[in-house]
């Protein structure tokens, strides 16, 4: 298991930028592919984004070029750099684990942070 905890939300103006972090508990963070996630008002949770062991990334079409997430294994932490914001961006972002560091994709994820609120207004 591990425990995540992310941080760095806020209330953004639309084209603004926020930093997320979320730093992880234990010693599996480096082999484990991380993820962030968010969940709109009235909306499911969505797949925002990932990162392998590696370093490869992969993200979904509505946040690529705008958006970049990284890791820091020597700090446990994962990060999501998001730039050009929106509106539709608005929402509570998870981060999430796969300890296993399979393939990065939209689930399979049994390891979640509590969440950390992202408000962009127009």
């Known amino acids: 298991q591990v425990q995540l905890v992310e941080s760095g939300g806020g209330l953004v103006q639309a084209g603004g930028s926020l930093r997320l972090s979320c730093a992880a508990s234990?010693?599996?963070?480096?082999?484990?592919?991380m993820s962030w996630f968010r969940q709109a008002p009235g909306k499911e949770r969505e797949f925002v984004g990932g990162?392998?062991?590696?370093?490869?990334?992969s993200y979904t079409d509505s946040v690529k070029g705008r958006f970049t997430i990284s890791r820091d294994n020597a700090k446990n932490t994962l990060y999501l750099q998001m730039n050009s914001l929106k509106p539709e961006d608005t929402g509570v972002y998870y981060c999430?684990?796969?300890?296993?560091?399979?393939?990065?994709?939209?689930?399979?994820?049994?390891?979640w942070g509590q969440g950390t609120q992202v408000t962009v207004s127009s």
């Open positions: 990162v392998s062991w590696s370093g490869s990334t």
């Open positions: 234990g010693r599996t963070f480096s082999v484990s592919t």
């Open positions: 999430a684990a796969d300890l296993r560091g399979g393939p990065i994709s939209g689930r399979n994820y049994a390891n």
